[in-house]
């Protein structure tokens, strides 16, 4: 865990770069983590798919299935690569200040 | 089916051979190796959306569906506890003139196709150390 300004204030970070306390978490913040994920500025599409993880992670703590992301987003698997080349789980997940994903390959 | 033999590189690289073919598997940075190749896990993925374009474009080929080919994106869900795939999604691009009803067609097929198949009906997987 380490300590790292991310939009604005200090947040906690685990070794992968995801924030530890969720409360924490705001535009100024996810917009900061996006360029840790090579995203420079996040577009409306990024937003969508943004708010609609962390909508759901606050409703059901935790993360969506991906073809749930997909069919609610209506982007394409390829799209959301586009949009979060570290895809939606590392990427866009981090973005939007939930948890480290599991498992690993 | 030939034998497929799997023999170290170094670290967790290793040689996969094939009736001469050859490919590298390797573990990500983060997971102890160089990221010289796909994981084996990674394979698995590989496996199942080089199956599906496959069967599909085999089926698009013989109904003379010609407007842009079949290509598949994939990723993997995975879990912990243990370590395992818990899902594998993919996203089929067909050529522009299947029709709506081969679309529904299709889908149904995908999923009694080799890969897909084999991965639902989970194979006996018979181990021997030597």
Known sequence: MSMVELGGKQV?????????????WD??????????????????????LVNYLRDYYLEYNMAPMIR???KQTGFSLKVVYDLFPSGPAKGAC???????????V | MDLITVTRE?????????RGHVMTTDMSVAEGGKDGGPSPV?????????CLATMVQAYCDARGFVDGDVSVSLTLELVENPNRVSSIVLDVE?????????????????????????????????????
Not at chain 1, 27 to 48: N, P, Y
Not at chain 2, 10 to 18: A, C
Request: proline residues 8%; aromatic residues 4%.
């Open chain 1, 12 to 24: 906690e970070i685990d070794e992968d770069g995801f924030i530890q306390d969720p409360d924490v």
């Open chain 1, 27 to 48: 535009e100024a913040v996810a917009l900061d983590l996006a360029k840790t994920e090579g995203v420079d500025a996040l577009s409306d599409d990024h937003w969508k």
């Open chain 1, 68 to 70: 749930k992301l997909c």
């Open chain 1, 94 to 104: 981090k973005v939007a200040g939930l948890p480290k994903p599991t498992g690993c």
């Open chain 2, 10 to 18: 170094e670290g967790l690289r290793f040689s996969v051979q094939l």
């Open chain 2, 42 to 50: 990674e394979y698995l993925g590989v496996a199942s959306g080089a």
């Open chain 2, 94 to 130: 067909l050529p522009r003139d299947v029709p709506e009803g081969d679309r529904e067609k299709l889908k149904k097929m995908a999923l009694r196709m080799p890969v897909p198949a084999t991965l639902r009906d989970g194979p006996k997987v018979d181990i021997e150390m030597f």
